[in-house]
């Protein structure tokens, strides 16, 4: 038996307090009166006895009897008396709702939400809330690849349900590991009794140490799922480098299924649509289909499988590709015979050759290349110069050499990769004064010959050659053609940049750099405009998403983008511990072994008052009564005298 309300000590000092208020006010009741005679010849001896008579005797005392019991009763109602053991705290249970990509299968008739996983899921989270105790609190933790909160330990049932009714699939695998240790640590936090930790799923995972160990109170809800799925596991889509408008595309499929499966890949580019190809798949292969297609324009490159399975969410992929990478060149120049070959032979540059004549600052072009020409008006986009007058050169001429050999290339930069010489003499070259931010690509001892010169204050990126390259020696060097293909791509890295577009799966991606892509020089992006972080580790760099985006990765030269929309599913089963609980808890575990009494404690309490009155009460208010009519037919005031007397 035990109080929920009040202490034993705070009980019997109200009970005290209250009673003795009482019993006081009875023996108050036969203290002093004042009574009216007519004379006091007869009262002098009889005070006396009086006086010693009332002090043994109390009026009434079975009415303070019932008046006590009656205050004790109440007073234990209002304690809210409990009859049988006592819980100490209330318990705080964590309910893991799965929201991996496995949430969003659909299979079975519809239960009471629907036919999917996640809503077979919450009519079962809906079970076991009902099957608590009222005053333990629930918090609702949605897990996937990253564990998130929605609700705090509650025992507002509505605010669960709400939190619930809003839970949506995701696209990630489920972390089982995270989402157990943050459970535990949130028990721990909580301040009350640490509870059930209840799973909620198909109890699929990704990989890792699958066996859990060492977990109280743990309990699995498992939803049944049928695993014939086949799904797409990539769209890798890659600029060829042999011709700026083709494209080499790969889609990567998998059957996830204990099954042999037949699907068919349907792949269109904008209204183009390829011809549909037939994978027969053995149960976990997994298979690539490729594409090579040619097209000018931008636009939407999908794939999808037929027929749909389970899971539609991976039966799906698309990118979106730009317009053809070529690098618009205008070029002024006097020469046009000697200059076409070197230019048209890379097909990711198209060169447009106009006459000195025809200058205009802003071409339709990305790059100017101005070969031995002093223009009137400096160019408004990025410029190659090649042997510029010493009059009107970007950058000072402070000399002019002859037959000086190149005796140094800048290997450190993008500019210098690949270029080198074995002592190419120059017959004529100018030698350019460069300043702080210029970067000097080949120099002639100390001589700077080749000077490349960044963006800055409105003004475009300038690259300059202080000799003619298709002249003399290095008309026969490899060198030559690497030089122009260098600068031209630190001028428009955008045009000449590779290009790799995929859509994979939501969660970690990791991609191998090539050797000349350096830490410093990448920068990764989401579609509106966030940065993610990332790290490199042996020349391969990783990254994690929780949810679908579009990733742009971009160094020197070359930009990735990552459409990060499918789904990734979880091929692992998840072992339980072997003391875990297992489906819905009967209510009746639940039920506490205490009998609330404060009811009947309280109809008996006022009961009591009532008999109180009836038997007692009603027979005070008669005699006070007729103690005053006899005060109003006694004798008049001048026959009477009024004396107080002390009786008890």
Same mark, same amino acid.
């Given at each position: 038996?035990?109080?929920?309300?009040?202490?034993?000590?705070?009980?019997?000092?109200?009970?005290?307090?209250?009673?003795?208020?009482?019993?006081?006010?009875?023996?108050?009741?036969?203290?002093?009166?004042?009574?009216?005679?007519?004379?006091?010849?007869?009262?002098?001896?009889?005070?006396?006895?009086?006086?010693?008579?009332?002090?043994?005797?109390?009026?009434?005392?079975?009415?303070?009897?019932?008046?006590?019991?009656?205050?004790?009763?109440?007073?234990?109602?209002?304690?809210?008396?409990?009859?049988?053991?006592?819980?100490?705290?209330?318990?705080?249970?964590?309910?893991?709702?799965?929201?991996?990509?496995?949430?969003?299968?659909?299979?079975?008739?519809?239960?009471?939400?629907?036919?999917?996983?996640?809503?077979?899921?919450?009519?079962?989270?809906?079970?076991?809330?009902?099957?608590?105790?009222?005053?333990?609190?629930?918090?609702?933790?949605?897990?996937?690849?990253?564990?998130?909160?929605?609700?705090?330990?509650?025992?507002?049932?509505?605010?669960?349900?709400?939190?619930?009714?809003?839970?949506?699939?995701?696209?990630?695998?489920?972390?089982?590991?995270?989402?157990?240790?943050?459970?535990?640590?949130?028990?721990?936090?909580?301040?009350?009794?640490?509870?059930?930790?209840?799973?909620?799923?198909?109890?699929?995972?990704?990989?890792?140490?699958?066996?859990?160990?060492?977990?109280?109170?743990?309990?699995?809800?498992?939803?049944?799922?049928?695993?014939?799925?086949?799904?797409?596991?990539?769209?890798?889509?890659?600029?060829?480098?042999?011709?700026?408008?083709?494209?080499?595309?790969?889609?990567?499929?998998?059957?996830?299924?204990?099954?042999?499966?037949?699907?068919?890949?349907?792949?269109?580019?904008?209204?183009?649509?390829?011809?549909?190809?037939?994978?027969?798949?053995?149960?976990?292969?997994?298979?690539?289909?490729?594409?090579?297609?040619?097209?000018?324009?931008?636009?939407?490159?999908?794939?999808?499988?037929?027929?749909?399975?389970?899971?539609?969410?991976?039966?799906?992929?698309?990118?979106?590709?730009?317009?053809?990478?070529?690098?618009?060149?205008?070029?002024?120049?006097?020469?046009?015979?000697?200059?076409?070959?070197?230019?048209?032979?890379?097909?990711?540059?198209?060169?447009?050759?106009?006459?000195?004549?025809?200058?205009?600052?802003?071409?339709?072009?990305?790059?100017?290349?101005?070969?031995?020409?002093?223009?009137?008006?400096?160019?408004?986009?990025?410029?190659?110069?090649?042997?510029?007058?010493?009059?009107?050169?970007?950058?000072?001429?402070?000399?002019?050499?002859?037959?000086?050999?190149?005796?140094?290339?800048?290997?450190?930069?993008?500019?210098?990769?690949?270029?080198?010489?074995?002592?190419?003499?120059?017959?004529?070259?100018?030698?350019?004064?460069?300043?702080?931010?210029?970067?000097?690509?080949?120099?002639?001892?100390?001589?700077?010959?080749?000077?490349?010169?960044?963006?800055?204050?409105?003004?475009?990126?300038?690259?300059?050659?202080?000799?003619?390259?298709?002249?003399?020696?290095?008309?026969?060097?490899?060198?030559?053609?690497?030089?122009?293909?260098?600068?031209?791509? $630190? &001028?428009?890295?955008?045009?000449? #940049?590779?290009?790799?577009? @995929? %859509? !994979?799966?939501?969660?970690?991606? +990791?991609? =191998?750099?090539?050797?000349?892509?350096?830490?410093?020089?990448?920068?990764?992006?989401?579609?509106?405009?966030?940065?993610?972080?990332?790290?490199?580790?042996?020349?391969?760099?990783?990254?994690?998403?929780?949810?679908?985006?579009?990733?742009?990765?971009?160094?020197?030269?070359?930009?990735?983008?990552?459409?990060?929309?499918?789904?990734?599913?979880?091929?692992?089963?998840?072992?339980?511990?072997?003391?875990?609980?297992?489906?819905?808890?009967?209510?009746?575990?639940?039920?506490?072994?205490?009998?609330?009494?404060?009811?009947?404690?309280?109809?008996?309490?006022?009961?009591?008052?009532?008999?109180? $009155? &009836?038997?007692?009460?009603?027979? #005070?208010?008669?005699?006070? @009564? %007729? !103690?005053?009519?006899?005060?109003? +037919?006694? =004798?008049?005031?001048?026959?009477?005298?009024?004396?107080?007397?002390?009786?008890?």
């Amino acid at each position: 038996m035990f109080f929920l309300n009040l202490t034993a000590g705070e009980f019997l000092a109200l009970f005290a307090a209250l009673g003795g208020l009482i019993t006081a006010l009875y023996l108050l009741d036969r203290a002093k009166r004042k009574r009216v005679v007519s004379t006091l010849r007869f009262w002098t001896s009889a005070i006396t006895a009086e006086e010693k008579h009332t002090r043994r005797r109390m009026h009434d005392p079975w009415s303070l009897v019932l008046q006590l019991v009656g205050l004790a009763l109440l007073l234990l109602a209002i304690a809210q008396l409990q009859w049988g053991t006592r819980e100490s705290k209330q318990h705080d249970h964590v309910l893991l709702l799965d929201t991996s990509a496995w949430s969003a299968a659909t299979q079975g008739p519809a239960g009471e939400n629907g036919g999917r996983i996640i809503d077979r899921e919450k009519d079962l989270a809906l079970a076991y809330l009902a099957a608590i105790p009222r005053r333990d609190r629930v918090m609702l933790v949605l897990a996937d690849a990253l564990t998130t909160p929605v609700t705090p330990f509650t025992t507002d049932r509505a605010q669960f349900r709400a939190a619930l009714a809003e839970a949506t699939p995701g696209f990630s695998a489920l972390n089982i590991q995270q989402a157990i240790s943050y459970a535990q640590q949130a028990q721990t936090w909580s301040g009350g009794q640490p509870g059930e930790i209840a799973y909620i799923g198909p109890k699929l995972a990704e990989s890792g140490d699958l066996a859990l160990r060492d977990i109280p109170n743990f309990r699995v809800l498992t939803v049944p799922l049928s695993r014939n799925n086949a799904g797409i596991l990539g769209l890798a889509v890659k600029r060829s480098e042999e011709a700026g408008d083709e494209w080499q595309a790969t889609v990567t499929v998998k059957n996830y299924g204990a099954q042999r499966r037949t699907v068919r890949i349907k792949t269109r580019f904008g209204n183009t649509v390829f011809a549909p190809r037939l994978l027969n798949l053995a149960p976990q292969q997994e298979t690539a289909a490729e594409y090579v297609f040619v097209t000018n324009t931008g636009g939407e490159l999908s794939a999808e499988l037929d027929p749909p399975d389970v899971l539609a969410s991976d039966n799906k992929a698309s990118i979106a590709l730009p317009r053809n990478g070529l690098l618009r060149v205008a070029v002024y120049t006097a020469r046009p015979g000697i200059l076409r070959p070197l230019l048209e032979a890379n097909p990711r540059i198209s060169a447009q050759f106009y006459n000195p004549a025809q200058y205009q600052p802003k071409p339709g072009a990305d790059v100017m290349l101005l070969d031995q020409i002093s223009p009137p008006k400096p160019p408004a986009i990025a410029s190659l110069w090649i042997q510029p007058a010493r009059d009107a050169s970007p950058l000072p001429v402070i000399d002019v050499l002859e037959n000086a050999p190149i005796t140094n290339w800048n290997a450190g930069t993008a500019l210098g990769s690949g270029l080198h010489t074995t002592e190419a003499r120059l017959s004529s070259t100018e030698v350019f004064q460069t300043f702080e931010g210029d970067i000097t690509v080949a120099s002639a001892g100390a001589a700077a010959v080749v000077v490349a010169r960044p963006a800055a204050s409105g003004r475009p990126r300038i690259a300059l050659i202080g000799f003619d390259p298709l002249a003399g020696e290095m008309k026969f060097q490899v060198t030559t053609p690497l030089l122009f293909a260098n600068l031209l791509h $630190w &001028l428009s890295p955008e045009s000449l #940049r590779a290009l790799d577009l @995929s %859509a !994979a799966r939501v969660g970690s991606a +990791t991609i =191998a750099l090539d050797a000349s892509e350096h830490a410093d020089q990448i920068h990764i992006t989401t579609d509106n405009g966030e940065a993610v972080p990332f790290t490199i580790h042996d020349h391969a760099l990783q990254l994690f998403t929780g949810r679908p985006a579009i990733v742009y990765i971009t160094s020197y030269d070359r930009e990735r983008v990552l459409s990060l929309t499918l789904p990734d599913v979880a091929e692992h089963e998840f072992q339980p511990p072997r003391n875990s609980a297992a489906g819905v808890p009967v209510p009746a575990n639940w039920v506490s072994n205490s009998v609330t009494l404060w009811q009947w404690l309280a109809v008996l309490g006022a009961f009591t008052l009532v008999v109180e $009155w &009836l038997l007692f009460g009603r027979r #005070r208010s008669r005699k006070s @009564s %007729a !103690a005053a009519a006899s005060r109003r +037919t006694t =004798a008049p005031p001048h026959a009477r005298e009024e004396r107080e007397l002390v009786s008890r």
